[in-house]
T-cell receptor, first 114, second 114 residues
Framework: GESVGLHLPTLSVQEGDNSIINCAYSNSASDYFIWYKQESGKGPQFIID?????DKRQGQRVTVLLNKTVKHLSLQIAATQPGDSAVYFCAENFLTGGGNKLTFGTGTQLKVEL | EPEVTQTPSHQVTQMGQEVILRCVPISNHLYFYWYRQILGQKVEFLVS????????KSEIFDDQFSVERPDGSNFTLKIRSTKLEDSAMYFCASIDSPSSYEQYFGPGTRLTVT
């Protein structure tokens, strides 16, 4: 079946370094991809999204790269800070009659070491 | 900044009992969602709701589940006869239109079935 999954369950980085979190997807028909951040005890928080017709999008300290050839998505966080410690999920968006339905990946735990 | 709120934050119930989880979506939003997250696992779509009816539901959303928008502000998820495997975090989300991909998530309700 169609699925979204993450390569690495845990990523540890030093404060100030750049972080790269990867995600593989299998549904080539997905029109939109989103990265969410989930801190302990909280709901997912939108970080950045990218349309399927783009290959790169930049936000504040974050960049999302989309490689449709290999169905790969990545989130780059520049100058990682302790506040970036969280679980990061990629999600595929399906536009249905009821709006957008998100299919989440399994998540990567980002740990920022001081 | 407007936010989605959910009550209660933690609900403990006995197997076979009915529970109602409550959500107040952002006031001008029209599309509503419930997701669940079993501890340590990914966030899973349950149901989407628009114009007072279910738009789409997942395989998880069986006859034991129902949703309702009883008034202009609340959006509820009812589980009629809870099972141990219903123990999870339940997240409500909302968006203002299907062209918007940023679903706003609430903080979640932790449901524990004993």
């Amino acid at each position: 079946g169609e699925s979204v999954g993450l390569h690495l369950p845990t990523l540890s980085v030093q404060e100030g370094d750049n972080s790269i979190i990867n995600c593989a997807y299998s549904n080539s028909a997905s029109d939109y991809f989103i990265w969410y951040k989930q801190e302990s005890g909280k709901g997912p928080q939108f970080i950045i999204d990218i349309r399927s017709n783009m290959d790169k999008r930049q936000g504040q300290r974050v960049t999302v790269l989309l490689n449709k050839t290999v169905k790969h998505l990545s989130l780059q966080i520049a100058a990682t800070q302790p506040g970036d410690s969280a679980v990061y999920f990629c999600a595929e968006n399906f536009l249905t009659g009821g709006g957008n339905k998100l299919t989440f990946g399994t998540g990567t735990q980002l740990k920022v070491e001081l | 900044e407007p936010e989605v709120t959910q009550t209660p934050s933690h609900q403990v119930t006995q197997m076979g009992q009915e529970v109602i989880l409550r959500c107040v979506p952002i006031s001008n939003h029209l599309y509503f969602y419930w997701y669940r997250q079993i501890l340590g696992q990914k966030v899973e779509f349950l149901v989407s709701f628009y114009n007072n009816e279910i738009s789409e539901k997942s395989e998880i959303f069986d006859d034991q589940f129902s949703v309702e928008r009883p008034d202009g502000s609340n959006f509820t998820l009812k589980i009629r006869s809870t099972k141990l495997e219903d123990s999870a975090m339940y997240f409500c989300a909302s968006i203002d239109s299907p062209s918007s991909y940023e679903q706003y998530f609430g903080p979640g309700t932790r449901l524990t079935v004993t």
